[in-house]
Structures are given as structure tokens and as C-alpha cells.
């Protein structure tokens, strides 16, 4: 099992910026993918972005790639979303995952492990 504890959530104005952190730990050797969601209250988990572990290739929801920057730095055994340009609609809950399969996943049936999630808040 992989363990994963995200951070870096807050409340931010409209148009700031905050950048999430997950790290991993515990069998990291099976991961092959990570990605992050969120869930706004009452909505569905969404997939928002994904990156390989090798870091070599990213994967954004089209609606957010203008805005959202995945990254990972594989020393530390975490991946970081970085958020600029918020809005009150990214107001949500936002996951970290990880996969054992190669390959993006937009679906939470596609990640193993998750993350207990942190919040984040937008103001208008």
C-alpha cells in the first residue's frame, strides 16, 4: 500500500494562487501513475491532472491546463499542483492518487491509494 498525505490548502482570494503538495511514501516502487482530483460539495470526484511517475508526461482536464501545472520531484517522492488564476468555482476538496498501472486515468476506479484530501477555498 502506498501512503499519501496531501497539503497545501487554504482559503485564497479570486485570481491567487496556492500550490499543493502530496507525498508518498510506504511501496512507492508499485506506483506508475499519480493524479489529483477534487470534489466540490455535492458534486462528483473529478480527475483534474495526472503525471507518470518517471514525470515524464502530464495529463490535464482541458478546462483547468491553462491555469493548473503538475509536477513532481522524484527525490522527495511528490507530486505538486500548482494553482494559479483561482476562482471561486475551484473551491472543492482536492485528492491526490496513485496508480499501479501505466497510463492516465481520468476515473477514481483507476487509483489504488488516495490521500485524505485538503481543503481549498476561493473567495469571491
Known amino acids: 500500500q502506498v501512503q499519501l498525505v496531501e497539503s497545501g490548502g487554504g482559503l485564497v482570494q479570486t485570481g491567487g494562487s496556492l500550490r499543493l503538495s502530496c507525498a508518498a511514501s510506504?511501496?512507492?516502487?508499485?506506483?506508475?501513475?499519480m493524479g489529483w482530483f477534487r470534489q466540490a460539495q455535492g458534486k462528483e470526484r473529478e480527475f483534474v491532472a495526472g503525471i507518470s511517475w518517471n514525470g515524464g508526461s502530464t495529463y490535464y482536464t482541458d478546462s483547468l491546463k491553462y491555469r493548473f501545472t503538475i509536477s513532481r520531484d522524484n527525490a522527495k517522492n511528490t507530486v505538486y499542483l500548482q494553482m494559479t488564476s483561482l476562482k471561486p468555482e475551484d473551491t472543492a476538496v482536492y485528492y491526490c492518487?496513485?496508480?499501479?498501472?501505466?497510463?492516465?486515468?481520468?476515473?477514481?476506479?483507476?487509483?489504488?491509494?488516495w490521500g485524505q484530501g485538503t481543503q481549498v477555498t476561493v473567495s469571491s
Open positions: 510506504g511501496r512507492t516502487f508499485s506506483v506508475r501513475y
Open positions: 492518487a496513485s496508480r499501479r498501472s501505466l497510463g492516465v486515468s481520468r476515473t477514481r476506479d483507476g487509483y489504488e491509494d
